[in-house]
T-cell receptor, first 114, second 114 residues
Framework: KAGVTQTPRYLIKTRGQQVTLSCSPI?????VSWYQQTPGQGLQFLFE???????NKGNFPGRFSGRQFSNSRSEMNVSTLELGDSALYLC?????????????FGPGTRLTVL | AQSVTQLGSHVSVSEGALVLLRCNYS??????LFWYVQYPNQGLQLLLK??????LVKGINGFEAEFKKSETSFHLTKPSAHMSDAAEYFC????????????FGSGTRLLVRP
C-alpha cells in the first residue's frame, strides 16, 4: 500500500507570496492532519480534516487554511508568506478521527521563505 | 492545558548500551501517549502508544515504554542500542483536554557511538 505522499517536497517562495501544499493520504484513510515543524517551535498542530470537514484547528493565524476533497486528498494554503513560515510541513493520515487511530506521516514539504 | 516535557535535547549512548529517553506529561484527564521517531529528511513514524490498556507498552524495533500515572511519565527504553537507532524521538500526548490534538514534546536526538 502506498504511503502518504506530499508535493512538492521542496519549495522556495518570497515574502508576501502565497503557497499551496498538497497531501495524498493512504488509500482508505479519511482523516488528514497537518503539522508545522521548525527548530524554534518544534512540532505544532495546524488542523485536521475528516470527511471534508475541519475537525480541529491549532493556534495559527488565518493566513493558514486548508481543505479536504471528496477523495480525502488535502491541501493547505499559506497566504502573505512571512520569513517565519519557513518550516517543514508534515501531513499525516489516519483511518478516522481520534487518538485510537494511528497517524501515518508523509515525508513533508520543506518551505523556505526568502 | 496539556504539555509534554522531554528531558535532554541530546542523549548519547554506546552501541549495545541501554537507551532511556525521558518524557513527562501534564493532563487533567486520562491521556493517550505516543512515541514517534524521525529519521533525517523523513516524516514521523509511530514507535508505540499508550491507550489506557497495559501500562507497559511494547513497540517496534525493540522499544518499550511504561506509563506511570503517579509520576506522570512515559519514558522510552530499549535494552541494547543499535547504530540504526540514531534519530530524533518525540513524545506526544492527546486527550479530550486538547480535543484530541497531538501535543508534541521538543524532541530528543539520540546519538549512538560505535
Amino acid at each position: 500500500k502506498a504511503g502518504v505522499t506530499q508535493t512538492p517536497r521542496y519549495l522556495i517562495k518570497t515574502r508576501g507570496q502565497q503557497v499551496t501544499l498538497s497531501c495524498s493520504p493512504i488509500s482508505g484513510h479519511r482523516s488528514v492532519s497537518w503539522y508545522q515543524q521548525t527548530p524554534g517551535q518544534g512540532l505544532q498542530f495546524l488542523f485536521e480534516y475528516f470527511s471534508e470537514t475541519q475537525r480541529n484547528k491549532g493556534n495559527f493565524p488565518g493566513r493558514f487554511s486548508g481543505r479536504q476533497f471528496s477523495n480525502s486528498r488535502s491541501e493547505m494554503n499559506v497566504s502573505t508568506l512571512e520569513l517565519g513560515d519557513s518550516a517543514l510541513y508534515l501531513c499525516a493520515s489516519s483511518l478516522a478521527s481520534g487518538p485510537e487511530y494511528e497517524q501515518f506521516f508523509g515525508p513533508g514539504t520543506r518551505l523556505t521563505v526568502l | 492545558a496539556q504539555s509534554v516535557t522531554q528531558l535532554g535535547s541530546h542523549v548519547s549512548v554506546s552501541e549495545g548500551a541501554l537507551v532511556l529517553l525521558r518524557c513527562n506529561y501534564s493532563s487533567s484527564v486520562p491521556p493517550y501517549l505516543f512515541w514517534y521517531v524521525q529519521y533525517p529528511n523523513q516524516g514521523l513514524q509511530l514507535l508505540l502508544k499508550y491507550t489506557s490498556a497495559a501500562t507497559l507498552v511494547k513497540g517496534i524495533n525493540g522499544f518499550e515504554a511504561e506509563f506511570k500515572k503517579s509520576e506522570t511519565s512515559f519514558h522510552l527504553t530499549k535494552p541494547s542500542a543499535h547504530m540504526s537507532d540514531a534519530a530524533e524521538y518525540f513524545c506526544a500526548v492527546s486527550s479530550m483536554d486538547s480535543s484530541y490534538k497531538l501535543i508534541f514534546g521538543s524532541g530528543t536526538r539520540l546519538l549512538v557511538r560505535p
